[in-house]
């Protein structure tokens, strides 16, 4: 499966994007999907995480309340609603497949693979 990563950008601090990440070459509806962020110089982190079903989500602690994931299966599509922006949520986004269909949802990078090739997400201060 190829993972497409868009809506990235440059917004003020206080502001929302919406970023999307469009699977192709087969269906993931039958996986669970995460959000992870790499900042410049810094480990790949856990952001969000969605079960199969779209039933079950999880977050991270710095971004609880502030974004949602959601997904579309007929349009094999995952989301990514951010708000309260922060300079700190600054760093390329990626999406990536839970690596085992069904079962629980991981939010080690280890257990996702598929990763896309990411959206750049820049806020200012």
């Known amino acids: 499966v190829q993972l497409q990563a868009s809506g990235g950008g440059l917004v003020q601090a206080g502001g929302s994007l919406r970023l999307s990440c469009a699977a192709s070459?087969?269906?993931?509806?039958?996986?669970?999907m995460g959000w992870f962020r790499q900042a410049p110089g810094k480990e790949r982190e856990f952001v969000a995480a969605?079960?199969?079903?779209?039933?079950?989500?999880y977050y991270a602690d710095s971004v609880k309340g502030r974004c949602t994931i959601s997904r579309d299966n007929a349009k094999n599509t995952v989301y990514l609603q951010m708000n309260s922006l922060k300079p700190e949520d600054t760093a390329v986004y990626y999406c990536?497949?839970?690596?085992?269909?069904?079962?629980?949802?991981?939010?080690?990078?280890?257990?996702?693979?598929?990763w896309g090739q990411g959206t750049l997400v820049t806020v200012s201060s």
């Open positions: 969605i079960s199969w079903s779209g039933s079950s989500t």
């Open positions: 990536a497949v839970q690596i085992r269909q069904f079962g629980s949802v991981r939010n080690s990078p280890t257990d996702f693979g598929s």
């Open positions: 070459g087969r269906t993931v509806r039958n996986y669970n």
